[in-house]
């Protein structure tokens, strides 16, 4: 079951929420490799 790292629950069916949180996802990971990248 996929779930999501920001605790937003488990994804459901609809495809605005899928959206959503893979954007949140995205962000969060943008962030953290700029900061492993020191930039």
Known sequence: ????????GILSGNP?????LLAKQLESFEM????????
């Not at 605005?16 to 959503?20: A, F, H």
């Open 32 to 39: 953290n490799y700029s900061a492993l990248l020191g930039t």
């Open 1 to 8: 079951v996929l779930q999501d790292q920001n605790n937003f």
């Open 16 to 20: 605005d929420i899928k959206k959503e």
